[in-house]
């Protein structure tokens, strides 16, 4: 399967983006979607996943409350909603498809190309 992500930009702070990661190849249905970020000279990071069956989502603590990580099946898409936006939210944002739902980005079995997100202050 291939996952293209898209919607990243220059905004300021407080500002909102929604990501979407679209894919190709095969369904998604049936797989756990998982968001990943990776700041500039820092380690890739977990975001948020969400499980195949769209109820179990878990979240980084320093996203709850203001990213909502969804699915559409029927578009074969998960979506990365982002409010709130803070400086140190900049990084490029990339997602992943996989059997494991899970937290490490190495456990997943398909991953897409990012798109970057600036936050300036």
């Known amino acids: 399967v291939q996952l293209q992500a898209s919607g990243g930009g220059l905004v300021q702070t407080g500002d909102s983006l929604r990501l979407s990661c679209a894919a190709s190849?095969?369904?998604?249905?049936?797989?756990?979607l998982g968001w990943f970020r990776q700041a500039p000279g820092k380690e890739r990071e977990f975001v948020a996943v969400i499980h195949w069956n769209g109820n179990n989502i878990i979240y980084t603590d320093s996203v709850k409350g203001r990213f909502t990580i969804s699915r559409d099946n029927a578009k074969n898409t998960v979506y990365l909603q982002m409010n709130s936006l803070k400086p140190e939210d900049t990084a490029v944002y990339s997602c992943?498809?996989?059997?494991?739902?899970?937290?490490?980005?190495?456990?997943?079995?398909?991953w897409g190309q990012g798109t970057l997100v600036t936050v300036s202050s």
């Open positions: 992943a498809a996989g059997s494991s739902y899970a937290l490490v980005y190495s456990r997943y079995d398909y």
């Open positions: 190849g095969r369904t998604l249905s049936g797989l756990s």
